[in-house]
């Protein structure tokens, strides 16, 4: 608990406190995923040097690592804090070989702690020579002293404090259990009715104050919540049903087997009717029973990381406003329309939703540069991606669904189709202003999910991590033990399996 508390608040300190607007650098007028990937890097990287900086000056020292300020961080709540044990790990890079070892544990023996594991290797980067891996108990305050002490001494190229699951105090924070998606940013932007002239709602003051409302509902959401239900007004319908029967027109031509499979199940249901919008609830159950997704109310856009983070735990954040009735077909900001016709359908399908989790657990503890390529993966797949079916393009993507206009050019002659690859599709620009130049075609989502994984297997993450069902937790497998558990399991699955096959072989 200890070592979350200590992540969260080093969240806190480099959070993103300025608006997604021109003014602050934001990389267009036009939200999007990608560009708030940019944005977030680039502003994350503006707040960490300038908290570090004044860390830095404020303690005369300029040799001041990043491991240290945040540890320092920690500590400062209060003396109870400071004098709390700390069970972290030290990654310390030998230059004179492994004789150095004894310096540390001494100094350790010397700040009264307590050492739980010694694990040494040849090291792998030039001049150094043994890489050291010490696993301790440890006052904070403590552990910033002996870190401070080793620092200053000219045997060691470097070092890193890791903290719970081997995760160095650095890593960006993520939930490891689906309450704690509490914690993700509700971020306000620019392009809100109330803020941006050239929002459809700008002058109707009715629709602000409604959003305003709406927005509110979210904001009180908290974990194990029923979903608010929302009494949606003639003119919110009436937007709904125009772009409703729309879709309903163009899915049988031009969406691929999944997502219409999924559709016709919705309206079996009475879920998707054109008389009224349905309730998140309603949706949340449907997509739980057929794929084990759920989705949790949002006020609005969140930052990429937690909107992708949300991903891992097969939970989707949605919005429940409607875009302006004046604008039916085009909306600047996910609305629910987008959420309900785009993106549920498919989350009901067993190997797209595989697909989203496995993009959702990719992110967790990423780089922001990472961050930057696996949104772009998500625009033009989950967004605006194609698929072969039978010879012909058909859309998957959420934005191409919900948008009859970019749909038809991007199923046209007008566009470039290019071969889904991840490495590329992840470094491809992003056009806002108009309709996409390129889309990338899967040949499947499993051919889809497969190259994914095989790309994602070369990030630079130095852990990985699964999620549990049961649990509704994030693992992270950063030891033996914990690995000989999950081989375990997988053997009574694979035993299953197999008497399944021998019974299915038996003669009638």
């Not at 629910?336 to 989203?356: T, V, Y």
């Not at 698929?387 to 191409?400: D, M, R, S, T, V």
Request: hydrophobic share 40%.
């Amino acid at each position: 608990m200890m070592a979350v508390a200590a992540a969260q608040k080093n969240r806190e300190m480099f959070a993103i406190k300025k608006s997604y607007s021109i003014e602050n650098g934001y990389p267009s007028r036009r939200r999007s995923l990608v560009d708030d990937a940019r944005f977030e890097t680039l502003v994350t990287k503006q707040t960490k040097q300038s908290v570090l900086e004044e860390a830095r000056n404020k303690a005369n020292d300029y040799g001041l690592t990043e491991d240290e300020i945040l540890l320092a961080n920690a500590a400062s709540e209060s003396a109870e804090a400071e004098a709390a044990m700390q069970s972290a790990a030290l990654v310390v890079r030998l230059k004179e070989g492994i004789s150095s070892l004894g310096r540390i544990l001494k100094a350790i023996e010397t700040f009264h702690g307590s050492v739980q594991h010694v694990e040494s290797r040849q090291s792998r980067v030039e001049g150094v020579d043994h890489d050291v891996l010490i696993k301790l108990d440890m006052t904070r305050g403590n552990l910033l002293q002996l870190i401070r002490s080793l620092r200053q001494s000219g045997s060691f190229s470097s070092m890193n404090l890791l903290a719970e699951n081997n995760i160095s105090v650095k890593a960006p924070w993520f939930p490891k259990h689906a309450s704690e998606l509490d914690n993700c940013n509700h971020l306000m932007t620019k392009y809100e009715p109330d803020l941006d002239m050239n929002h459809p709602g700008f002058a109707d003051k009715v629709y602000r104050q409604r959003r305003k409302e709406i927005a509110e509902i979210a904001f009180a959401y908290k974990y194990g919540d029923p979903i608010p239900y929302i009494s949606y007004t003639d003119v919110e319908v009436k937007t709904w049903r125009s772009v409703f029967k729309t879709v309903q027109d163009l899915a049988p031509k031009h969406a691929c087997a999944e997502y219409r499979a999924a559709f016709q199940k919705l309206q079996d249901e009475q879920i998707f009717v054109d008389h009224r919008l349905p309730q998140l609830q309603e949706m949340s159950d449907f997509l739980r029973k057929n794929t084990g997704f759920s989705l949790r109310p949002a006020a609005g856009l969140l930052t990429a990381r937690d909107f992708l983070a949300s991903l891992a735990f097969r939970i989707f954040q949605s919005t429940q406003y409607v875009r302006h009735v004046n604008s039916p077909y085009h909306t600047p900001e996910p609305d629910s329309i987008h959420e309900l016709l785009g993106h549920m359908p498919l989350l009901a399908d067993p190997s797209f939703a595989q697909f989203s989790q496995e993009i959702g657990l990719a992110s967790l503890g990423a780089s922001d540069e990472e961050i930057e390529k696996l949104s772009t993966v998500y625009w033009f797949t989950v967004e605006f991606g194609l698929c072969k079916e039978h010879g012909q393009i058909k859309a998957y993507g959420a934005g191409l669904l919900s948008s009859y206009g970019e749909l038809l050019h991007a199923i046209s002659d007008k566009c470039e189709h290019r071969a889904f690859e991840p490495a590329s599709t992840a470094v491809q620009p992003y056009q806002d202003q108009e309709y996409q130049p390129i889309y990338y075609v899967a040949e499947s989502f499993e051919d889809a999910k497969d190259k994914f994984r095989r790309w994602v297997s070369t990030m630079s993450r130095p852990f990985e991590v699964r999620f549990n069902p049961h649990t509704e937790r994030v693992e992270v497998l950063d030891s033996v033990d914990k690995l000989e558990t999950l081989v375990h399991q997988m053997n009574t699955e694979i035993l299953h399996l197999t008497n399944a096959i021998q019974k299915l072989r038996r003669p009638f």
